[in-house]
């Protein structure tokens, strides 16, 4: 598998200073991640449609009650209990009221960017 496209530009990244004496998180998504996840697991869903949602938090997710991600670029990823989607929130595959549970954290920003 090819890092980049040919003719696609490449931005390295710097690497962390791991000498810090906290590491580095962002802690509204951090809290909002865990929110999130503590609430999903409270209402004991048969399954979850994720619109849009951070990746670490459906794949977690997924390790517990099965998780329908739905994004305009999925995850490539293949992970027990998750099913990633191509799909755009404008125009979803699903009947209404057909989950049970859907999250969409951090995802209304994005909508109309391309």
Request: charged share 20%; hydrophobic share 50%.
């Amino acid at each position: 598998m090819a890092l980049a496209e040919p003719g696609e530009r490449v931005q390295p990244v710097a690497p962390r200073d791991e000498r810090t004496p906290t590491t580095e998180a962002d802690p509204w998504g951090l809290h909002q991640d865990v929110w999130a996840f503590r609430r999903l697991l409270q209402l004991r869903s048969a399954w979850v449609l994720d619109v849009g949602s951070d990746a670490w938090l459906v794949a977690l997710l997924a390790q517990l009650v099965p998780v329908t991600a739905v994004d305009v670029r999925p995850l490539a990823v293949q992970l027990p209990g998750l099913t990633p989607v191509r799909g755009d929130v404008t125009a979803l595959a699903f009947a209404d009221g057909s989950a049970p549970a859907v999250m969409c954290l951090s995802t209304i920003e994005h909508i109309g960017l391309g």
